[in-house]
């Protein structure tokens, strides 16, 4: 009681610090400083207090301690209620955006597709750098190239005779023997060869990439990576996309040349076309341009394939059952990537009206 019957205003000020006189044993030291938590620090041997305290105006006091003489310090408790409230107020502006954001989570969509093109661009940059491994570029141009040159050709060998019937039929009958070469030429070097060898590549080796770095990602392999001191991107995503770009032009060329073989031994056994008149007209039709314009398009549609398939393989999520979800998704979005691809090239690539079977009436 007789403790808190003495209270003795210190100092109630706003601006400046200052020092205010309380007793013959202590000083007290008074800095105002926007914006800084309050922090008390008693000295014992020097009875100095310091306080750091916002620009708000605060009332403090000094109360005599019972026990050993010493002033304590205390403060209002309206003006710490007020002091709160500010505190409070201070702290949701100044983390209210982080809160909203913290929240908001972008759709996996979204996220996903923009993986596309920041790996893409990572991949560009390290391709630009150097930045190359070499010996696992080797091994996954084995992969994509001499390991799918079978089934390549084996779809591009039925696909020619498949097409070979419907020209043969149609052109008999309006007396255009031969144009048959000429025609089957065309359609394999601008849109049939590259079309199917890509789309049996994103089949095998798109949905291999996609299931090997889904695997990865879920087993934690590619942290792995990073501890070991090796980029993902250098040693994983890198040598896919190169061997993809270099493997799909040659399989392309390979698919033209044995569908045009199978195409031209079909309409000499069966509907009679000798299969020097369908060279000859095949001949006289082509241009430099047109295995150009397949090779192009098949670079292109490799770095889809590869692209889309690491990226959804490095952001699967949810073990067995994402790894099969990445699988079939990038397959797919793939496909519709070549689709797409196809037909912004042949329009950039063949405007106009052409002129390419008028040598070979």
Known sequence: MQAASHCYPLVHFSGRGRYSKVSNHSSVKILSLNWLPQKFDFNQGAQIQKILKSSKPKRFCVIPNSIDGYPSLSVSEEDTTASKKD???????KYGGEAFLSKWSPPRYLWRGLSVLILA???????????????????????????????CLLTAAFVGMAFTIQFVREFTRLGLNRSVGGVLALAFSRELSPVVTSIVVAGRIGSAFAAELG????????????????????????????????????????????????????????????????????QRALK?????????????????????????????????????ESTTSAVVLSLVGIFVADFALSYCFFQGAGDSLKNCM
């Not at 391709?127 to 079978?150: A, D």
């Not at 032009?249 to 008149?277: E, H, K, W």
């Not at 098949?298 to 994402?322: D, E, N, R």
């Open 87 to 93: 505190t409070s107020t201070m702290e949701e502006w």
């Open 121 to 151: 661009g990572q991949v560009i940059i390290r391709i630009i750098k150097g930045k190359i491994h070499w010996k696992n570029t080797l091994q996954q141009l084995e992969r994509v190239g001499p390991k799918s040159v079978g089934v």
């Open 215 to 282: 695997t990865m990602q879920v087993s934690e392999q590619t942290d792995t990576l990073r501890v070991l001191g090796a980029n993902p991107v250098d040693y994983l995503v890198t040598p896919r996309v190169i061997a993809s770009c270099i493997a799909l032009p040659f399989l392309t060329l390979m698919c033209f040349t044995v569908g045009m073989a199978s195409s031209a031994l079909l309409a000499d056994g069966v509907y009679g076309i000798s299969i020097n008149i369908i060279l000859d007209s095949a």
């Open 288 to 324: 430099s341009w047109d295995l150009i314009s397949a090779m192009i398009k098949s670079q292109v549609f490799g770095a889809i394939i590869s692209i889309i398939s690491c990226a959804w393989g490095v952001t699967t999520l949810g073990g067995a059952k994402g790894v099969g």
